[in-house]
């Protein structure tokens, strides 16, 4: 470590003499009506220990978000003791373990402006060495003032560390421009990427289930309404939270605009299993299984829930209806 | 993870031989999740799925030899996604940790300076 540090000080400072002077706020400011400054100062600090800038910078944007942690909670969940560091991947797994959806930005500038200018602090990688010799570093930018061309970020143990609009940009490009803020379920990021956001929700489900999602894929909903993943998820979010009528609904919204439609009809037909409703679970899943390939992917699913269905017990709960 | 390339290379086989049965693993029994269906339309989301099966041990014993408690790996390793535990298991090594120097570079920076001014190679004047 010593030695690569030395390695890089004799380099920047070599370097020190022909920094950019360019400016980098200014013109995007005044290319997309942002205002000429922000600054989030209720965002909380946390000065790192030695080497914990990963718990430290996560534990600033939850706290924000009104998770209630501490960059040792935390560490534990991130921290790789032989590496000195934490990964990217662990600090986005460890905010999924605190009921928040993690979310990546577009590597994008805008996208890093849009978010401060929604009130949200971004937690960013930064190489503070050098391509060849990289010190990484997570820092969390809280603001920006186009007219000092100066960011600010609670970083290491500075609470507020103004950092010069060309310095921060080299440093997070040689991150690759990599930002993630923490969503409430419930808030939607800035840009309109639909896809990236329901990434973003699809993967905390993979790993926690979907229960406590339905106000995001709501979110998303109200955004992209005819979006027919959101409306899966929200169907299979009540469904989780055991509000099994709102969750047939959203089932036959999405059945309503394609009839063939795989995944909602397997997921309704267990649905009406675990309900009681033997006749009509069965006449969904055999609607889905006459329509369904030989080959797809989600046939041993739906054959799985036509034999659930059919080691029923006969006859229908009360309830079910015609 | 390197002692582990023959098992890969032996299992590559089985798992196109699978492909359709793996895929479905976690939809069969509680009804099909909504990440499922937004992978159906990512072949290589469908193909990560399946290589993390595969995976999910090796980056377990990975994070305890990086000095990981063995419960808290096990705990971690849950709490990632199948891609993700794909990309750790292949990229670990390359991937950046990041844990700040920023102090350490300060003070060797420092130390540099006061060398160069004893070395007589910078000069005030």
């Given at each position: 470590?010593?030695?690569?540090?030395?390695?890089?000080?004799?380099?920047?400072?070599?370097?020190?003499?022909?920094?950019?002077r360019?400016?980098?706020?200014?013109?995007?400011?005044?290319?997309?009506?942002?205002?000429?400054?922000?600054?989030?100062?209720?965002?909380?600090?946390?000065?790192?220990?030695?080497?914990?800038?990963?718990?430290?910078?996560?534990?600033?944007?939850?706290?924000?978000s009104?998770?209630?942690t501490?960059?040792?909670?935390?560490?534990?969940r991130?921290?790789?003791?032989?590496?000195?560091?934490?990964?990217?991947?662990?600090?986005i797994?460890?905010?999924?373990?605190?009921?928040?959806?993690?979310y990546?930005?577009?590597?994008?500038?805008?996208?890093?402006?849009?978010?401060?200018?929604?009130?949200?602090?971004?937690?960013?990688?930064?190489?503070?060495?050098?391509?060849?010799?990289?010190?990484?570093?997570?820092?969390?930018v809280?603001?920006?003032?186009?007219s000092?061309?100066?960011?600010?970020?609670?970083?290491?143990?500075?609470?507020?560390?103004?950092?010069?609009?060309?310095?921060?940009?080299?440093r997070?490009?040689?991150?690759?421009?990599?930002?993630?803020?923490?969503?409430?379920?419930?808030?939607?990021?800035?840009?309109?990427?639909?896809?990236?956001?329901?990434?973003?929700?699809?993967?905390v489900?993979?790993?926690?289930?979907?229960?406590?999602?339905?106000?995001?894929?709501?979110?998303a909903?109200?955004?992209?309404p005819?979006n027919?993943?959101?409306?899966?998820?929200?169907?299979?979010?009540?469904?989780?939270?055991?509000?099994?009528?709102?969750?047939?609904?959203?089932?036959r919204?999405?059945?309503?605009?394609?009839p063939?439609?795989?995944?909602?009809?397997?997921n309704?037909?267990?649905?009406l299993?675990?309900?009681?409703?033997?006749t009509?679970?069965?006449?969904?899943?055999?609607?889905?299984?006459?329509?369904?390939?030989?080959?797809d992917?989600?046939?041993?699913?739906?054959?799985?829930?036509?034999?659930?269905?059919?080691?029923?017990?006969?006859?229908d709960?009360?309830?079910?209806?015609? | 993870?390197?002692?582990?390339?023959?098992?890969?290379?032996?299992?590559?086989?089985?798992?196109?031989?699978?492909l359709?049965?793996?895929?479905?693993?976690?939809?069969?029994?509680?009804?099909?999740?909504?990440?499922?269906?937004?992978?159906?339309?990512?072949r290589?989301?469908?193909?990560?799925r399946?290589?993390?099966?595969?995976?999910?041990?090796?980056?377990?014993d990975?994070?305890?030899?990086?000095?990981?408690?063995?419960?808290?790996?096990?705990?971690?390793?849950?709490?990632?996604?199948?891609?993700?535990?794909?990309?750790?298991?292949?990229?670990?090594?390359?991937?950046?940790?990041?844990?700040?120097?920023?102090?350490?570079l300060?003070?060797?920076?420092?130390?540099?300076?006061?060398?160069?001014f004893?070395?007589?190679?910078?000069?005030?004047?």
């Open positions: 470590m010593l030695q690569r540090a030395a390695t890089v000080a004799a380099a920047l400072l070599l370097a020190a003499g022909c920094a950019s360019e400016p980098v706020l200014a013109p995007r400011v005044a290319a997309s009506a942002i205002p000429a400054q922000v600054e989030l100062t209720a965002i909380p600090f946390f000065p790192q220990d030695e080497f914990q800038c990963g718990p430290a910078a996560l534990a600033t944007v939850l706290v924000h009104g998770v209630a501490t960059p040792e909670s935390l560490a534990p991130m921290y790789l003791p032989a590496r000195r560091g934490s990964l990217q991947v662990e600090l797994a460890a905010a999924r373990s605190q009921q928040r959806i993690p990546v930005l577009p590597p994008t500038l805008q996208a890093l402006l849009d978010e401060l200018n929604a009130g949200r602090p971004v937690v960013v990688l930064q190489n503070l060495g050098l391509e060849s010799v990289p010190i990484w570093h997570f820092a969390v809280v603001g920006y003032s186009a000092d061309e100066t960011f600010v970020l609670r970083s290491g143990i500075e609470r507020r560390k103004l950092e010069r609009a060309p310095d921060f940009g080299r997070w490009v040689l991150g690759k421009q990599w930002a993630m803020v923490v969503l409430k379920p419930g808030e939607l990021p800035s840009d309109g990427d639909a896809a990236r956001y329901l990434k973003s929700v699809t993967d489900e993979a790993v926690k289930g979907a229960a406590g999602l339905a106000p995001a894929y709501r979110a909903l109200a955004k992209w005819d027919r993943v959101a409306r899966f998820g929200l169907a299979n979010a009540l469904d989780a939270e055991g509000q099994v009528a709102a969750a047939q609904r959203e089932y919204e999405l059945l309503a605009l394609n063939d439609d795989l995944a909602p009809l397997n309704l037909a267990d649905l299993r675990r309900s009681g409703c033997r009509q679970a069965l006449a969904t899943i055999d609607r889905a299984l006459a329509v369904a390939a030989t080959s992917p989600l046939r041993p699913a739906l054959e799985q829930t036509r034999s659930e269905i059919v080691a029923m017990p006969a006859g709960g009360p309830g079910c209806g015609g | 993870m390197r002692n582990t390339m023959f098992v890969r290379l032996m299992s590559s086989m089985v798992i196109v031989a699978l359709n049965l793996g895929f479905v693993q976690s939809a069969i029994a509680a009804g099909i999740d909504t990440a499922t269906v937004a992978r159906l339309e990512d290589t989301e469908a193909l990560a399946i290589d993390a099966q595969l995976s999910r041990a090796d980056v377990r990975a994070l305890i030899g990086l000095g990981v408690d063995p419960a808290q790996a096990k705990f971690r390793v849950g709490a990632l996604t199948d891609a993700e535990v794909t990309l750790l298991d292949r990229e670990l090594a390359q991937l950046p940790a990041a844990g700040d120097a920023g102090w350490i300060l003070v060797v920076l420092l130390g540099l300076l006061v060398w160069m004893a070395t007589g190679k910078l000069k005030l004047n």
